[in-house]
């Protein structure tokens, strides 16, 4: 008898060391068995936490598409972490995306799990019996020219069009904004109650360039337990003066990269192959028959017809990078909308090399204009001047 009790405290010794402390996202098997592990050592209401606590980092704290990427996105973010580490975890994700939730509070969001199972509970907070949603647009914030936001609030309604009573609830809920087709951004919250605040869109995170007429369209969805719930509106007007612009592009603003072939202003004609040997043959290159400034002229043209491409084919700049870099809209010269040429001149020449000053007016996709001085490097390139550097002078 001695023998066999000492055995059944030996096997439950050996079932609770093998049980995981922390989370083991070797394979979604191990997971899951590592977060049940973890769990079941938890009194009922901190298990509810955890399983909230996993919920909102699956929802919030990754980037990935579709449950399956998120659940190992998820395992990435929390190998390896003890229960203490996943609650400090989601408070921060909470904190930071406005989740009216805390890992000491009581629990809020019904029955989370985060392993997909939708079946609903005799008590399920989530399985609300709505008809439709509806969707709520309205302006906010000003700022001496008109809104700076819109407030986009979803509300779950019966047939008769009125909210549906309910609270208590952890409704995933995804806004999606788009305009001529194109998304723009994705948020995500959720809905605890028909008092959700819903999303509050600042027109300053929105590029202007990808903006078509001053016009967006939201896409909202709402996953309750039984059915996921999702309305658009089309055509909302957003305030142009207050979406993100980027400012004209400053490349190379402290000095030119010269080449190896630096011309002297003082004596444009010297051979600069080799100024120190005084025996030195110089080189003779195919000499462009353009005149430098012609180049630049053509350049600024190209840029302000939003011809691009060929406005980088007339450069070699290792400082503008690839044709995707230069012609960037919001940080390359695709931002630009039109230039306004005032005066080129020619500043010093050679066969090999010239520097060409200019002075123009930029005018960027928001309508803002900056006037400018640069200074362009260019080099000869079998017989054609291409701009190898480019400077903004005070």
Same mark, same amino acid.
């Given at each position: 008898?001695?023998?066999?009790?000492?055995?059944?405290?030996?096997?439950?010794?050996?079932?609770?060391?093998?049980?995981?402390?922390?989370?083991?996202?070797?394979?979604?098997?191990?997971?899951?068995?590592?977060?049940?592990?973890?769990?079941?050592?938890?009194?009922?209401?901190?298990?509810?936490?955890?399983?909230?606590?996993?919920?909102?980092?699956?929802?919030?704290?990754?980037?990935?598409?579709?449950?399956?990427?998120?659940?190992?996105?998820?395992?990435?973010?929390?190998?390896?972490?003890?229960?203490?580490?996943?609650?400090?975890?989601?408070?921060?994700?909470?904190?930071?995306?406005?989740?009216?939730?805390? !890992? #000491? *509070?009581?629990?809020?969001?019904?029955?989370? %799990?985060?392993? @997909?199972?939708?079946?609903?509970?005799? /008590?399920? +907070?989530?399985?609300?019996?709505?008809?439709?949603?509806?969707?709520?647009?309205?302006?906010?914030?000003?700022?001496?020219?008109?809104?700076?936001?819109?407030?986009?609030?979803?509300?779950?309604?019966?047939?008769?069009?009125?909210?549906?009573?309910?609270?208590?609830?952890?409704?995933?809920?995804?806004?999606?904004?788009?305009?001529?087709?194109?998304?723009? !951004? #994705? *948020?995500?919250?959720?809905?605890?109650?028909? %008092?959700?605040? @819903?999303?509050?869109?600042?027109?300053? /995170?929105? +590029?202007?360039?990808?903006?078509?007429?001053?016009?967006?369209?939201?896409?909202?969805?709402?996953?309750?337990?039984?059915?996921?719930?999702?309305?658009?509106?089309?055509?909302?007007?957003?305030?142009?003066?207050?979406?993100?612009?980027?400012?004209?592009?400053?490349?190379?603003?402290?000095?030119?990269?010269?080449?190896?072939?630096?011309?002297?202003?003082?004596?444009?004609?010297?051979?600069?192959?080799?100024?120190?040997?005084?025996?030195?043959?110089?080189?003779?290159?195919?000499?462009?028959?353009?005149?430098?400034?012609?180049?630049?002229?053509?350049?600024?043209?190209?840029v302000s017809s939003q011809n691009l491409k060929a406005a980088f084919d007339a450069s070699s700049n290792p400082s503008w990078g690839s044709y995707e870099s230069f012609s960037n809209p919001t940080s390359g010269f695709g931002s630009i909308k039109s230039v306004s040429v005032k005066n080129i001149t020619t500043n010093a020449s050679n066969p090999n090399n010239a520097s060409v000053n200019a002075t123009y007016d930029v005018t960027?996709?928001?309508?803002?204009?900056?006037?400018?001085?640069?200074?362009?490097?260019?080099?000869?390139?079998?017989?054609?001047?291409?701009?190898?550097?480019?400077?903004?002078?005070?």
């Amino acid at each position: 008898m001695k023998k066999f009790a000492f055995l059944l405290i030996l096997s439950l010794l050996l079932f609770t060391a093998c049980k995981k402390d922390h989370v083991d996202a070797t394979n979604t098997k191990t997971l899951q068995s590592s977060i049940n592990d973890m769990a079941s050592s938890l009194p009922t209401i901190k298990q509810i936490k955890f399983n909230e606590a996993l919920y909102i980092l699956k929802t919030f704290g990754v980037e990935a598409d579709g449950d399956i990427n998120e659940l190992k996105a998820l395992g990435q973010l929390i190998n390896g972490k003890k229960v203490p580490e996943i609650m400090t975890m989601a408070d921060q994700v909470a904190q930071k995306n406005g989740i009216e939730w805390a !890992s #000491t *509070a009581p629990p809020s969001l019904g029955e989370m %799990n985060i392993f @997909g199972d939708e079946t609903a509970k005799e /008590s399920d +907070p989530n399985d609300i019996k709505a008809n439709s949603l509806s969707i709520i647009t309205r302006p906010t914030g000003d700022n001496g020219e008109g809104a700076t936001a819109i407030q986009i609030i979803p509300i779950l309604v019966d047939n008769a069009g009125n909210p549906v009573a309910f609270t208590g609830a952890g409704l995933e809920t995804t806004l999606e904004v788009f305009s001529n087709g194109i998304k723009l !951004s #994705t *948020a995500k919250n959720l809905m605890q109650d028909n %008092n959700f605040k @819903g999303f509050n869109l600042k027109f300053s /995170s929105i +590029p202007a360039s990808k903006v078509a007429d001053n016009k967006i369209d939201v896409t909202v969805t709402v996953k309750t337990t039984a059915k996921t719930f999702k309305m658009s509106k089309i055509g909302l007007d957003v305030n142009p003066s207050a979406l993100k612009v980027p400012a004209p592009p400053k490349v190379d603003s402290t000095a030119i990269t010269q080449d190896p072939a630096v011309i002297d202003p003082n004596n444009p004609n010297a051979n600069p192959a080799n100024p120190t040997d005084p025996n030195a043959t110089p080189t003779t290159p195919k000499q462009p028959t353009a005149d430098p400034k012609a180049t630049v002229n053509k350049f600024l043209s190209n840029v302000s017809s939003q011809n691009l491409k060929a406005a980088f084919d007339a450069s070699s700049n290792p400082s503008w990078g690839s044709y995707e870099s230069f012609s960037n809209p919001t940080s390359g010269f695709g931002s630009i909308k039109s230039v306004s040429v005032k005066n080129i001149t020619t500043n010093a020449s050679n066969p090999n090399n010239a520097s060409v000053n200019a002075t123009y007016d930029v005018t960027d996709k928001n309508g803002r204009v900056t006037s400018l001085k640069a200074t362009f490097g260019l080099k000869n390139v079998n017989g054609d001047w291409k701009i190898s550097s480019y400077k903004i002078n005070p």
